[in-house]
């Protein structure tokens, strides 16, 4: 899936428990003003790296280099045995990596 950031699916209707378990991760770490972005969050592109336990995603056109000043990687405790990580610029959600989930559908 590759489109148009403005036209992309969102994620809570998309994949709404992930949405849910997101949100309430965001929430139990603190970062209110990331977990307010999950009701917008798009899903413009799936990560291509056909690794079997990869379920991430963009939600801001994929970069063509280093994300560079202002990105900070964001560790959420996962109500899952894995890993839910999220990139931000700027204060902005640009990419979330799932790693060992069950399938977000």
Known sequence: MDVQPAQAPLLRTTWPIFATELAAALDMCGEAQLKEQVERLRIVEVCSCEDEFCQSF????????????????????????????????????VYVEVLYRSSLC
């Open 58 to 93: 963009y939600t801001a056109p994929k970069p063509r280099r280093p994300y560079g000043d202002g990105h900070r990687n964001v560790c959420l405790d996962a109500p899952w045995p894995g890993y839910l990580i999220l990139n931000v610029v700027n204060d902005d959600v």
